[in-house]
């Protein structure tokens, strides 16, 4: 650290001696080392990203190693605690699975992740194709022993024949009509299904028997029919 200093007494001749060691120091051997450090610097920056992209690139193949696991567990109807084994299995075989999302309950978010991003993918192909759609609801109980609701569309993926997709399992706050055809609207919009879609392309309605749910003047099946008028139940 050091400071340039003027000689002179008047204002004058200090400013011409300041001007007079700026040119000097631009010519100076000095002002020639500190560019070569500025251009390094710069260098160094481009080293530094060059390696924060090899390591996002490395704990992204680890990530997508555990998310491998977790899938196999889900589409082979394994219990999710046998993640955690897997994954120490394939470290024994050589694999690099990282350090984190090695418990079941890691697997248990990634699987639901990795769900609701098909749900997302299916509804996207069903909406974008007008696809005419089924909806089929039935009743069951959840295991914190409340009424629930299985929601299943029908609908022709990718110009395919239609089948049954199981879309969500709807908690219900009552078993009233106005209860379950809310719950069953509000999980439709959730899922990605509009208001404007549904009116022109639910075409289909189906449910058990119970009077709630086909009940001549307030059931669920005579409500939506009211509402949606290509709706046949």
């Known amino acids: 650290m050091f400071k340039i200093q003027s000689s002179g007494s008047s204002r004058p001749t200090a400013l011409a001696s300041l001007r007079n060691k ?3 120091h631009e010519m100076s051997r000095a002002h020639e080392i500190a ?8 260098g ?3 080293l530094l990203g060059n390696l924060v992209r090899a390591v996002s690139d490395t704990v992204l193949a680890e990530t997508n190693a555990v998310f491998r696991t977790a899938y196999y567990l ?7 605690s046998d993640h955690d084994d897997l994954i120490e299995l394939q470290e024994k075989n050589g694999v690099n699975m ?14 639901e992740h990795i769900a609701k991003k098909m749900q997302t993918k299916i ?5 974008s194709s007008s696809s005419k759609l089924s909806v089929l609801i039935d009743e069951a109980t959840s295991l914190s022993h409340k009424s629930a609701m299985i929601v299943n569309v029908k609908a022709s993926l990718d110009g395919a024949t239609p089948e049954f997709v199981f879309l969500d399992l709807v908690e219900l706050e009552s078993q ?17 299904f509009s208001e404007e879609w549904l009116q022109n392309n639910w075409i289909s309605f189906v449910s058990d028997g119970a009077s709630v749910m ?14 949606y008028p290509n709706l046949f139940t």
Do not use: Y
């Open 74 to 80: 889900a589409k082979m109807n394994r219990p999710f």
């Open 123 to 127: 509804v996207d192909s069903i909406v």
């Open 35 to 42: 560019q070569e450090l500025e251009l390094t610097e710069k």
């Open 214 to 227: 086909l009940g001549k003047n307030s059931g669920v099946a005579t409500r939506l029919t009211t509402r």
């Open 98 to 111: 990282g350090t984190s999302l090695h418990s079941r309950f890691s697997s248990t978010k990634i699987v």
């Open 176 to 192: 009233r009509a106005e209860s379950i055809e809310e719950a069953l609207l509000n999980c439709l919009d959730t899922a990605g």
């Open 22 to 24: 700026i040119r000097r």
């Open 44 to 46: 160094g920056q481009d």
